[in-house]
């Protein structure tokens, strides 16, 4: 059982450019999560999705977009990457049946911007 | 919306002491507490979820606590180990099942 995987571990980006982030996971979960950490501060929402076919804004959505095309999988869009998109991205995921287990996250994907 | 606060943001401590770590909320209608550990350059993983009917979680040296009425958890780590030296975070979860992260406690445990 994987959980969560994420992709790619680390990824250097020109300013302007664009990138999507992957996240699959492999446990039925219908919530998935896409967070931004930047250093020494919490974990900051940027997009959700409760199932398939359905997304939702998170705290800041801003220069991101996401798709929910099956369970599994939830890619987050960068579009004309910036330097304030510095910053370590988590995919997490979770379920409406097993919300009393808790959040499962992935190992995350650091991204710098030049 | 749920604001969520670590104090203190870094704490050193010799080994065999017992950790207390502190997470303050704002809305007590929290709907769980969940405290995690991130070491450096890696993912977060899960140490305790309470529920908002419960008061506390325990697994083996780790016990949570949450009291929604003062906006308060507490983690404590009995008999701290090297191995123990993290970042520790505490969310709170709302009932539509997002979370509001604190920035986290830097734990370092010196032989």
């Known amino acids: 059982n994987a959980g969560v995987t994420q992709t790619p571990k680390f990824r250097i980006l020109k300013i302007g450019q664009s990138m999507t982030l992957q996240c699959t996971q492999d446990?039925?979960?219908?919530?998935m999560y896409w967070y931004r950490q930047d250093p020494g501060m919490g974990l900051k929402l940027i997009y959700y999705?409760?199932?398939?076919?359905?997304?939702d804004k998170g705290e800041v959505p801003n220069g991101y977009n996401v798709s929910r095309s099956t369970t599994e999988d939830f890619p987050l869009r960068l579009e004309l990457a910036a330097p304030s998109q510095t910053s370590v991205y988590f995919c997490?995921?979770?379920?409406?049946?097993?919300?009393?287990?808790?959040?499962?996250f992935g190992s995350g994907t650091r991204l710098t911007v030049v | 919306k749920q604001e969520v606060t670590q104090i203190p943001a870094a704490l050193s401590v010799p080994e065999g002491e017992n950790l207390v770590l502190n997470c303050s909320f704002t809305?007590?209608?929290?709907?769980?507490l969940q405290w995690f550990r991130q070491d450096p350059g890696k993912g977060l993983t899960s140490l305790l979820l309470i529920q908002s009917s419960q008061r506390e979680q325990t697994s083996g040296r780790l016990n949570a606590s949450l009291d929604k009425s003062s906006g308060r958890s507490t983690l404590y780590i009995a008999a701290s180990q090297p191995g123990d030296s993290a970042t520790y975070l505490c969310?709170?979860?709302?009932?539509?099942?997002?979370?509001?992260f604190g920035a986290g406690t830097t734990v370092t445990v010196r032989a």
């Open positions: 969310a709170g979860g709302s009932n539509d099942y997002k979370l509001s």
């Open positions: 446990m039925n979960h219908n919530y």
């Open positions: 997490a995921s979770n379920s409406l049946q097993l919300a009393r287990r808790g959040y499962t």
């Open positions: 809305d007590s209608a929290i709907y769980n």
């Open positions: 999705s409760v199932g398939a076919g359905i997304t």
